[in-house]
């Protein structure tokens, strides 16, 4: 747990290499796609009361551009590129460039939902974060988290060179789903939906092309998408995705 990354691992170049390598795609990008899922998602278990949700590691801001309208977003992130851009891509939301390790500035029991996409996986200590979030949670708040899911079904069939959970040398805290869930009912929340992503991440097996190898794994994950649902099996997901609710 006292493992951490070096924060000069977080550069614009990292993130546009990691995060947003297809958003050239647009509407065709899975980070399009995401982005809409997610803002569903939201919608649907946090309260309907034009609260304030926090996103940590807001990145780009599309994320919270997308709920401005129906949350007071407050996005936080490490690198000052990523504030420059959620101002731009969330005009009505706050950002400011602070480390999601301390979240002492933010007022206890005021937020409806916080949203922490492919970030718990990069503290050195989520156990600690994930007290701090569910402090300051109104009751009925939802904590939203997607992460690695390192027991995955077919990630046994992946080399390291082409494993997207292995490969990033800051991925320095990966755990299976149950460390995750007893993390969040220690600090008193309750896991109400957790699901996986699909089996996006091919090629699984040698030969077959990718394309073809995406028709036979991956469609899964994108009907799930378009749908709007949360049916993915947790072995079926290279990511998993949780929302825990405070009572």
């Given at each position: 747990m006292s493992q951490q990354a070096p924060r000069e691992h977080y550069t614009r170049e990292y993130f546009e290499k990691w995060n947003y390598a297809d958003r050239g795609l647009g509407r065709f990008s899975m980070y399009w796609f995401a982005r809409r899922y997610y803002t569903a998602l939201v919608k649907r278990y946090a309260p309907n009361d034009g609260g304030n949700l926090l996103e940590m590691g807001c990145g780009l801001g599309h994320l919270l551009g997308l709920l401005q309208d129906d949350f007071h977003c407050?996005?936080?992130?490490?690198?000052?590129?990523?504030?420059?851009?959620?101002?731009?891509?969330?005009?009505?939301?706050?950002?400011?460039?602070?480390?999601?390790?301390?979240l002492s500035r933010f007022d206890?029991?005021?937020?409806?939902?916080?949203?922490?996409?492919?970030?718990?996986?990069?503290?050195?200590?989520?156990?600690?974060?994930?007290?701090?979030?569910?402090?300051?949670?109104?009751?009925?708040?939802?904590?939203?988290?997607?992460?690695?899911?390192?027991?995955?079904?077919?990630?046994?069939?992946?080399?390291?060179?082409?494993?997207?959970?292995g490969k990033d040398k800051t991925h320095i805290n990966v755990h299976p789903p149950?460390?995750?869930?007893?993390?969040?009912?220690?600090?008193?929340?309750?896991?109400?939906?957790?699901?996986?992503?699909?089996?996006?991440?091919?090629?699984?097996?040698?030969?077959?092309?990718?394309?073809?190898?995406?028709?036979?794994?991956?469609?899964?994950?994108?009907?799930?998408v378009l749908t709007r649902t949360t049916w993915t099996p947790l072995s079926m997901g290279v990511n998993q995705i949780g929302i825990a609710r405070k009572p």
């Amino acid at each position: 747990m006292s493992q951490q990354a070096p924060r000069e691992h977080y550069t614009r170049e990292y993130f546009e290499k990691w995060n947003y390598a297809d958003r050239g795609l647009g509407r065709f990008s899975m980070y399009w796609f995401a982005r809409r899922y997610y803002t569903a998602l939201v919608k649907r278990y946090a309260p309907n009361d034009g609260g304030n949700l926090l996103e940590m590691g807001c990145g780009l801001g599309h994320l919270l551009g997308l709920l401005q309208d129906d949350f007071h977003c407050i996005g936080i992130d490490l690198i000052d590129y990523s504030i420059e851009q959620t101002k731009l891509n969330a005009p009505k939301a706050e950002a400011y460039q602070m480390d999601a390790t301390d979240l002492s500035r933010f007022d206890k029991g005021t937020f409806s939902a916080v949203v922490a996409l492919h970030l718990v996986e990069h503290l050195p200590d989520p156990q600690g974060t994930i007290r701090q979030v569910a402090d300051l949670l109104k009751p009925g708040g939802i904590f939203l988290f997607a992460t690695p899911q390192p027991d995955y079904s077919l990630r046994r069939f992946k080399d390291r060179e082409n494993d997207a959970i292995g490969k990033d040398k800051t991925h320095i805290n990966v755990h299976p789903p149950q460390q995750w869930r007893a993390w969040c009912e220690a600090n008193g929340l309750k896991m109400v939906k957790h699901f996986g992503d699909g089996l996006w991440d091919v090629p699984y097996l040698p030969i077959i092309p990718k394309a073809v190898q995406f028709g036979m794994f991956g469609l899964p994950a994108l009907a799930q998408v378009l749908t709007r649902t949360t049916w993915t099996p947790l072995s079926m997901g290279v990511n998993q995705i949780g929302i825990a609710r405070k009572p």
